[in-house]
């Protein structure tokens, strides 16, 4: 099983930036595709990224042009660059690996003045 450790997350203010990765374990990693989810305080987990083990990124509309998802398969790592955050991104981003279904542990993301 694919292990996941996720970093990265804090505290930032409204239009700041934070970038978030999450590393895997095993040879899996690159013949898979990643996500990114998120689940704040009272509601479900829901997706914010993905990208296919060739590169294709697909993104939910809410972060559409603000958030950005990458990988380095040399470094079994996914990435997500979040840019101009609002408070609604105000969450525990959890990334999860496609094939096999792993998750990580989540890192918490708090966006406040």
């Known amino acids: 099983q694919v292990q996941l450790v996720e970093s990265g997350g804090g505290l930032v203010q409204p239009g700041g930036s934070l970038r978030l990765s999450c590393v895997a374990s095993g040879s899996i990693f690159s013949s898979s595709g990643m996500g990114w989810y998120r689940q704040a305080p009272g509601y479900q987990r829901d997706w914010v990224a993905f990208?296919?083990?060739?590169?294709?990124?697909n993104y939910a509309d809410s972060v559409k042009g603000r958030f950005t998802i990458s990988r380095d398969n040399a470094k079994n790592t996914v990435y997500l660059q979040m840019n101009n955050l609002k408070p609604e991104d105000t969450a525990v981003y959890y990334c999860?690996?496609?094939?096999?279904?792993?998750w990580g542990q989540g890192t918490q993301v708090t966006v406040s003045a």
């Open positions: 999860k690996e496609l094939a096999g279904g792993s």
């Open positions: 990208i296919s083990r060739g590169g294709t990124a």
